[in-house]
Nanobody, 119 residues
Framework: QVQLVESGGGLVQAGGSLRLSCAAS????????MGWFRQAPGKEREFVAS????????GYADSVKGRFTISRDNAKNTMYLQMNSLKPEDTAVYYC????????????WGQGTQVTVSS
């Protein structure tokens, strides 16, 4: 059973930084893609960033390019999202998720962590 546990959310002022973590367990993730998504109140969940576990190729939403960096630590089975230059519009619940390299659907999701950016 795959388990994903996010941590690192909190309250930060605009312009500040936070680092989110997603600890993964339950299988070997070498043929998987891990991603970060977020959902703001009253809005649909949106893609933020993704990383191929083996090889490390990354992708970002245009809204976070140049400010957020996704990374992973294979030894710790943990994925990170370094968020810099945060804006109030980054306020959301952030979720990590995982999918197979061979599908487009994220099958497993964490419980989410709240990020609030004050102006």
């Amino acid at each position: 059973q795959v388990q994903l546990v996010e941590s690192g959310g909190g309250l930060v002022q605009a312009g500040g930084s936070l680092r989110l973590s997603c600890a993964a367990s339950g299988r070997t993730f070498s043929s998987y893609v891990m991603g970060w998504f977020r959902q703001a109140p009253g809005k649909e969940r949106e893609f933020v960033a993704s990383i191929v576990w083996s090889g490390g190729s990354t992708g970002y939403a245009d809204s976070v390019k140049g400010r957020f960096t996704i990374s992973r630590d294979n030894a710790k089975n943990t994925m990170y999202l370094q968020m810099n230059s945060l804006k109030p519009e980054d306020t959301a619940v952030y979720y990590c998720a995982v999918r197979s390299l061979f599908t487009l659907t994220y099958d497993y999701w964490g419980q989410g962590t709240q990020v609030t950016v004050s102006s």
